[in-house]
């Protein structure tokens, strides 16, 4: 069916294909995302911070997303909210792994190097309300537009959970503002994951998918 993917009912989702804008938005979120990764995975491994590694972890699923939403654009909504779907549960993942993660350094962590997660966080926080900006105008499409947004809000609102880390792993010298801000943005990735993980099953049982 060449045209089941305009069957949605938003207004956002005109007869025709994909507005180009949307199509380059997510190259340059691709490549924000990819950037943003490599840089908090060397910060936060040098800096001994779980939040700048959930981030990072954060970062590379989101440069994931936004590759898979590129290769689907032009699909019909099934293949989209299946696309919608697995990203959920990449989210999902996520979440589980950070919790674990801060588990662990709740028992054998020490303080993590705060100035290291001030300059990076800031820079991460930069990097997502740039991309958030540009993809405002598409938030509120099929359930993949709607988890890109979602994906990235969720960023910018964990970026400026790593600063507050930052500040208070800086005031109190121990390892808990870290952890329990990567606790926070695990929460976060669940909560998400699971919001286009039910709008995606919505979209497939309209369709008998």
């Not at 207004?11 to 380059?24: A, E, K, S, W």
């Not at 950070?98 to 020490?110: F, M, S, T």
């Amino acid at each position: 069916m060449a045209h089941d993917h305009h069957g949605h009912h938003h207004h956002d989702l005109p007869d025709g294909p994909v507005p180009p804008g949307y199509r380059r938005v997510l190259w340059i979120a691709l490549v924000v995302n990819a950037l943003m990764f490599a840089l908090e995975v060397g910060g936060g491994l040098s800096s001994g911070s779980v939040s700048l590694l959930a981030d990072a972890i954060d970062f590379f699923g989101d440069a994931a997303n936004y590759g898979l939403s590129l290769a689907v654009l032009a699909m019909g909504v099934v293949a989209r909210a299946r696309a919608a779907a697995f990203k959920a549960a990449t989210m999902l993942l996520f979440g589980v792994a950070v919790l674990a993660r801060a588990a662990w350094g709740a028992w054998n962590g020490v303080a993590p190097e705060p100035l290291t997660m001030g300059v990076i966080g800031t820079l991460a926080l930069l990097a997502n309300v740039g991309v958030a900006v540009l993809l405002y105008a598409y938030r509120e499409g099929d359930a993949n537009m709607r988890s890109v947004w979602l994906c990235t809000r969720n960023d910018a609102i964990g970026n400026v959970a790593v600063l507050l880390a930052a500040v208070g792993v800086f005031g109190s010298g121990t390892r808990w503002p870290d952890l329990l801000v990567a606790a926070v943005m695990a929460g976060l990735a669940l909560t998400a994951g699971l919001s286009v993980l039910r709008q995606a099953r919505r979209e497939l049982e309209v369709k008998g998918a």
